[in-house]
């Protein structure tokens, strides 16, 4: 497969599952760590996480959407060009391993986000018939604004 035809068909997919996994990331991280300051408050759990997840999808999603995206197109393309399709089940194992080594920048924060990143564009990648374009990119970035703007408005409601 020639390069050009390898970012058209995999680029818009990798847009596209780093907006679905900035939104989860945001959700998981808030469910381990709603306080991540620390600070001793007499505030409900719900409370805290859900005004933390648009903190924490703020400034998840230009590193997922930048470095996220590199490092997974890096490493697929890598794969692909080493392994020549060989085998689906090794193509999957060198890919994980990679997004893995990728995702130990920031220890566990980092590693919970490669790795969600990974199932969620192997999920994608299920659906090859039909293929991902860039206006499918593009409405997929609503998905983050939707959850965004859904937990500020939980976080307006309640004062």
Do not use: Q
Request: hydrophobic content about 55%; aromatic content about 20%; some cysteine.
């Amino acid at each position: 497969m020639r390069f050009i035809d390898f970012v058209k068909e995999v680029l818009p997919r990798k847009f596209i599952a780093a907006s679905i996994s900035c939104s989860l990331f945001g959700i998981v991280l808030a469910l381990l760590n709603p306080n991540p300051f620390g600070t001793s408050t007499e505030v409900w759990y719900i409370e805290l996480f859900s005004g933390i997840v648009p903190i924490y999808m703020i400034y998840s999603f230009p590193v997922i959407a930048t470095y996220g995206v590199a490092t997974s197109f890096f490493s697929d393309y890598f794969t692909t060009v080493m392994l020549r399709e060989r085998s689906r089940i090794l193509e999957f194992v060198v890919s994980a391993c990679l997004h893995i080594v990728f995702g130990f920048v920031l220890a566990w924060i980092s590693l919970i986000s490669a790795v969600l990143f990974f199932l969620t564009d192997r999920v994608l990648s299920l659906f090859r018939r039909t293929s991902f374009l860039w206006y499918h990119a593009i409405f997929s970035l609503l998905i983050p604004l939707a959850i965004w703007l859904g937990f500020m408005s939980i976080v307006w409601y309640r004062g």
